[in-house]
């Protein structure tokens, strides 16, 4: 039921136009926490999913001190998870990785292609919490010692999170063994 106060936000929010803000108000003052939302942790009911580009930057530490970009491919694969309880969903990443620097006289550059499996939390209907382990091939590596390699199995992963700013603009942050990745990404 709802409060004087919150039957008083509900029609402010209405009359001026903001539906979201008093749907938000009502379910606030009926104690609904943001967990129980639409799209968010223990909603339960069929989800569709994006696909997305993302692009990111990172300083690097796996061969010395540098830095290096990444893009990736996000493709959803179960919608609605593994555990029914929860809004969860799992996704397949493909993309690629380079990286470059050094340290006390090493110079490297290496360029990656992985393809990594994403498990996804959606905590709220905005903000996501996700794990991630792949496999990725290192198609080039060269370094000032004049080793020049082509090829090579490398294994990537690790935690990280995405905020929706818009409904298709997401904020992402990972860490992982190539370093804090940060970026942005474009869900269509």
């Known amino acids: 039921m709802l409060t004087s106060a919150a039957l008083l936000t509900s029609s402010l929010l209405l009359a001026s136009g903001d ?4 749907e938000d108000a ?3 003052s009926d104690g609904e926490s943001a967990v129980r939302r639409t799209g968010a942790l223990l909603d339960r009911s069929p989800q569709t999913r994006d696909h997305m580009i993302s692009v990111f930057a ?5 061969y010395g001190l540098g830095m290096g970009a990444a893009a990736r491919y996000t493709l959803p694969i179960v919608h609605d998870g593994f555990i029914p309880s929860l ?26 292609i992985p393809a990594e499996g994403r498990w996804t939390f ?7 919490a996700y794990a991630k382990i792949g496999l990725g091939w290192v198609l ?4 000032t010692s004049g080793v020049n390699s082509v090829g090579g199995l490398y294994v990537t992963g690790g935690p990280g999170v995405a905020y929706r700013v818009a409904d298709a603009v997401a ?3 990972e860490i992982g063994n ?4 940060a970026g942005v990404g474009f869900a269509f």
Do not use: K
């Not at 539906?19 to 008093?22: G, L, M, Q």
């Not at 993309?95 to 550059?109: K, M, P």
């Not at 190539?178 to 990745?181: E, S």
């Open 26 to 28: 009502e379910r606030s």
């Open 171 to 173: 904020l992402r942050a």
């Open 19 to 22: 539906s979201r803000a008093s």
């Open 178 to 181: 190539f370093g804090l990745r």
């Open 87 to 112: 809004n969860d969903s799992v996704e397949l990443e493909f993309g690629g990785d380079i990286w470059f620097g050094g340290s006390g006289g090493f110079t490297y550059t290496a360029l990656g």
């Open 58 to 62: 990172f300083p690097s530490w796996y």
């Open 140 to 143: 080039a590596f060269t370094n």
């Open 122 to 128: 959606h905590i709220t209907d905005r903000f996501d």
